[in-house]
């Protein structure tokens, strides 16, 4: 008796490919970056990944010996991009430094930052504002445009003076000469005042001056950085709040643009930019700018009971004066309702929350106080414009 076996046609090797990635590995923002490109990778053991901290010059000798089929690179200068672009290899930039026409760039959306930035530190009834960056680096640029621009769609005409630091290195302390120029300038502002640092590196030199001169963080400076690097954050003298950007989907972006330029798909034009994650409160703005007592009696209870439905009944009882007092004087201090107020912290409580991957919209909607999570959602959508599970989806983390 022969038994015949089917024959199976073996499956198509796949082409062996070699990728360089040129990051700043000593920062939180380049690891992160790194953690999104090695999950897209993961899956695909025809890929080596050459990973290497990012160099001031790309030597063209050096990248022609490895030997590569794609480029992710940090891309500072105009005079990296020419170098990456004449390698005639698919190259993908995930900086926001310099614009690289010549690159497709994967980048944070750095004009939501400032405006993410501005709309925490009004929230918090701070009438005064500053920023802090560079005027070198384009992602500074943007996130002043960005914080100045949130100001304007709020009807503000305020002024927002900036104060200048040097590019130099992310990871080295400004000279003294800067540091000296840092507090001065900060001595000009008028108290109490937010200001939004462009990283958080910029955020802890600020922390810093404020130590050397005696000023008080959040009482009379509340600080914000960016990145949410807690090897900075949480080392100052108070920690600081920070806006969490959402570097491992720039990373996994990153990779799947690369892959499609490496399988011959056509070549993307111009930037991809990522919305920032969220906000992360620390203590550095964990306060309102109120010189009501009344007022912020009223505001401790609404932040300390934000997991619960807030009534303006019990809210006015915390405070020790009637609902119509504390309206009143609400509005003089704030320009808003108890109500209004108490459905900013609700949502605010609810855009931490969504990047949780362990929680359901219902739980979350539960733990920021929403009746049902059918409220919720129709309350969401009716002030971002988008379900609660649409904007989980475009601004969740990668997992």
Request: proline share 5%.
């Given at each position: 008796m022969k038994i015949w076996l089917p024959v199976l046609e073996a499956?198509?090797?796949?082409?062996?490919r070699r990728i360089a990635v040129y990051l700043s590995l000593a920062t939180e923002h380049g690891r992160g970056i790194l953690r999104g490109i090695a999950r897209f990778f993961h899956q695909r053991p025809e890929i080596t990944v050459l990973k290497f901290n990012d160099p001031r010059v790309y030597d063209v000798a050096v990248l022609q010996r490895l030997k590569l089929d794609g480029v992710i690179a940090r891309v500072a200068t105009l005079r990296?991009?020419?170098?990456?672009?004449?390698?005639?290899?698919?190259?993908?930039?995930?900086?926001?430094?310099?614009?690289?026409?010549?690159?497709?760039?994967?980048?944070?959306?750095?004009?939501?930052?400032?405006?993410?930035?501005?709309?925490?530190?009004?929230?918090?009834?701070?009438?005064?504002?500053?920023?802090?960056?560079?005027?070198?680096?384009?992602?500074?640029?943007?996130?002043?445009?960005?914080?100045?621009a949130e100001a304007r769609a709020l009807?503000?005409?305020?002024?927002?003076?900036?104060?200048?630091?040097?590019?130099?290195?992310?990871?080295?302390?400004?000279?003294?000469?800067?540091r000296a120029r840092l507090v001065a300038w900060l001595n000009t502002l008028p108290r109490p005042v937010g200001i939004l640092g462009f990283t958080d590196r910029v955020a802890l030199e600020l922390d810093e001056a404020c130590a050397r001169v005696g000023l008080r963080v959040p009482e009379d400076v509340a600080i914000l950085g960016v990145g949410n690097d807690l090897a900075r954050v949480e080392f100052a003298h108070v920690a600081l709040s920070s806006i969490?950007?959402?570097?491992?989907?720039?990373?996994?972006?990153?990779?799947?643009?690369?892959?499609?330029?490496?399988?011959g798909g056509c070549e993307p034009i111009g930037e991809t930019l990522v919305s920032p994650q969220k906000i992360v409160t620390r203590r550095s703005t964990d306060r309102f700018a109120v010189d009501d007592e009344v007022v912020a009696l009223a505001l401790d209870h609404m932040r300390e009971h934000v997991g619960n439905t807030i009534y303006v009944e019990e809210v006015a009882r915390a405070a020790g004066v009637t609902r119509r007092v504390l309206e009143l004087r609400f509005r003089a201090a704030l320009g808003t309702s108890v109500y209004g107020e108490a459905q900013r912290l609700h949502?605010?409580?609810?855009?931490?929350?969504?990047?949780?991957?362990?929680?359901?919209?219902?739980?979350?909607?539960f733990a920021c106080g929403f009746e049902s999570p059918s409220v919720f959602a129709t309350?969401?959508?009716?002030?971002?414009?988008?379900?609660?599970?649409?904007?989980r989806k475009r601004h969740a983390p990668v997992f």
């Amino acid at each position: 008796m022969k038994i015949w076996l089917p024959v199976l046609e073996a499956a198509p090797m796949t082409q062996p490919r070699r990728i360089a990635v040129y990051l700043s590995l000593a920062t939180e923002h380049g690891r992160g970056i790194l953690r999104g490109i090695a999950r897209f990778f993961h899956q695909r053991p025809e890929i080596t990944v050459l990973k290497f901290n990012d160099p001031r010059v790309y030597d063209v000798a050096v990248l022609q010996r490895l030997k590569l089929d794609g480029v992710i690179a940090r891309v500072a200068t105009l005079r990296n991009e020419a170098t990456l672009a004449s390698l005639g290899v698919p190259v993908v930039n995930v900086s926001g430094q310099v614009a690289t026409p010549r690159l497709p760039l994967i980048n944070t959306d750095d004009l939501r930052v400032g405006q993410l930035a501005f709309r925490h530190l009004h929230g918090r009834a701070y009438r005064n504002f500053a920023y802090c960056g560079n005027s070198t680096h384009l992602g500074s640029v943007q996130r002043f445009r960005g914080f100045c621009a949130e100001a304007r769609a709020l009807g503000l005409s305020v002024a927002i003076p900036r104060h200048i630091l040097p590019q130099g290195d992310q990871n080295s302390p400004y000279p003294d000469v800067t540091r000296a120029r840092l507090v001065a300038w900060l001595n000009t502002l008028p108290r109490p005042v937010g200001i939004l640092g462009f990283t958080d590196r910029v955020a802890l030199e600020l922390d810093e001056a404020c130590a050397r001169v005696g000023l008080r963080v959040p009482e009379d400076v509340a600080i914000l950085g960016v990145g949410n690097d807690l090897a900075r954050v949480e080392f100052a003298h108070v920690a600081l709040s920070s806006i969490q950007l959402n570097t491992q989907r720039i990373g996994l972006v990153a990779a799947e643009t690369l892959q499609t330029m490496l399988d011959g798909g056509c070549e993307p034009i111009g930037e991809t930019l990522v919305s920032p994650q969220k906000i992360v409160t620390r203590r550095s703005t964990d306060r309102f700018a109120v010189d009501d007592e009344v007022v912020a009696l009223a505001l401790d209870h609404m932040r300390e009971h934000v997991g619960n439905t807030i009534y303006v009944e019990e809210v006015a009882r915390a405070a020790g004066v009637t609902r119509r007092v504390l309206e009143l004087r609400f509005r003089a201090a704030l320009g808003t309702s108890v109500y209004g107020e108490a459905q900013r912290l609700h949502f605010e409580r609810s855009l931490e929350l969504m990047s949780e991957p362990t929680m359901t919209l219902g739980e979350i909607a539960f733990a920021c106080g929403f009746e049902s999570p059918s409220v919720f959602a129709t309350a969401f959508r009716r002030r971002f414009g988008v379900a609660p599970s649409a904007y989980r989806k475009r601004h969740a983390p990668v997992f």
